[in-house]
T-cell receptor, first 113, second 114 residues
Framework: DAKTTQPNSMESNEEEPVHLPCNHS???????IHWYRQLPSQGPEYVIH???SNVNNRMASLAIAEDRKSSTLILHRATLRDAAVYYC??????????????FGTGTRLKVLA | GAVVSQHPSWVICKSGTSVKIECRSL??????MFWYRQFPKQSLMLMAT?????????EQGVEKDKFLINHASLTLSTLTVTSAHPEDSSFYIC??????????FGPGTRLTVT
């Protein structure tokens, strides 16, 4: 089960962009990179995922390094509601099998008003 | 789509009693569900993997006789904490694996043992 490493905490000012890094140096060629966030006293919420190319959705953007050993979640304009713990997780490709999600420490994002 | 619910959302029980937590996939069938435990300010720790119709697979260090898991249908898995003690107080989260292979998470259950 591949692991990821993230900074324990980051701060951002409201309305400014935030770049949350994740290292996954042991990623295999078929692993997807998933990002989740967890608000206080809630279950994890899906944010975005990708394989090789950069991805955008309404919540965020995901930039994946060319060697895929790291990725960066980008929140273009942080709001107070984005204050949460952000986790990046690797998930093998395919729909069969029992894939465990290995949660690292995650990054606790604090957004300053 | 892909909604997972948990019941109850919070529960308080006395030391020595047992408590059951339900995890349901509301709009999809899940052959595999997962149970996690999360202590304050810590990350999620996988406790066990539950496959419909078979015995759960527990992670190292998790007592299977204390944390009973039943996955009797494709939409329901239950976690029973037997003879609960204050150290079992935690946030319990389940997830269900959909046909995409992704895990969809429930909202969590806060257990407090007094």
């Amino acid at each position: 089960d591949a692991k990821t490493t993230q900074p324990n905490s980051m701060e951002s000012n409201e309305e400014e962009p935030v770049h949350l890094p994740c290292n996954h140096s042991t990623i295999s060629g078929t692993d997807y990179i998933h990002w989740y966030r967890q608000l206080p006293s809630q279950g994890p919420e899906y944010v975005i995922h990708g394989l090789t190319s950069n991805v955008n959705n309404r919540m965020a953007s995901l930039a994946i390094a060319e060697d895929r050993k790291s990725s960066t979640l980008i929140l273009h304009r942080a709001t107070l509601r984005d204050a949460a713990v952000y986790y990046c997780i690797l998930r093998p490709a395919g729909t069969s099998g029992t894939y465990k999600y290995i949660f690292g420490t995650g990054t606790r994002l604090k957004v300053l008003a | 789509g892909a909604v997972v619910s948990q019941h109850p959302s919070w529960v308080i029980c006395k030391s020595g009693t047992s408590v059951k937590i339900e995890c349901r996939s509301l709009d999809f069938q899940a052959t595999t569900m997962f149970w996690y435990r999360q202590f304050p300010k810590q990350s999620l720790m996988l406790m066990a993997t539950s496959n419909e119709g078979s015995k759960a697979t527990y992670e190292q260090g998790v007592e299977k006789d204390k944390f009973l898991i039943n996955h009797a249908s494709l939409t329901l898995s239950t976690l029973t904490v037997t003879s609960a003690h204050p150290e079992d107080s935690s946030f319990y989260i389940c997830s269900a694996k959909g046909t995409s292979g992704w895990q969809y998470f429930g909202p969590g259950t806060r257990l407090t043992v007094t």
